[in-house]
């Protein structure tokens, strides 16, 4: 059974910096395209990022542009979602989802992602 576990949620100030991380076991995940989504009681799911199966093709939610970065290493079969300039606006719970196979669905729609992590707490202090 695959499974995905985020890793490295927590606190921190606004302005401030934070890296959640995403380790896949059970499957070869390093071969599947992945993505972050975000989630709070008000706005419900929202997508933030998308990287390919090569790690070349990465793409991000309007509200995270510019400031956060996904990226995946194949060797340790880990996506990393590095946050910078974070606001109480990004306070949410983080997860990652992993793509089993294509079903049409486009990169920022949840229904694409088979597998899910149980997520982790992003809490950003004004």
């Known amino acids: 059974q695959a499974q995905l576990v985020e890793s490295g949620g927590g606190l921190v100030q606004a302005g401030g910096s934070l890296s959640v991380s995403c380790t896949p076991s059970?499957?070869?995940?390093?071969?599947?395209?992945m993505a972050w989504f975000r989630q709070t009681p008000i706005k419900g799911r929202e997508f933030v990022a998308f990287i390919a199966r090569d790690g070349l093709n990465t793409n991000y939610g309007d509200n995270v542009k510019g400031r956060f970065t996904v990226s995946r290493d194949s060797g340790k079969n880990t996506v990393t979602l590095q946050m910078n300039s974070l606001t109480a606006e990004d306070t949410a719970v983080y997860y990652c989802a992993g793509e089993a196979t294509h079903n049409g669905a486009p990169y920022y729609d949840a229904l694409r992602y088979s597998y899910w992590g149980q997520g982790t707490q992003v809490v950003v202090s004004s």
């Open positions: 059970g499957r070869a995940f390093g071969l599947y395209p």
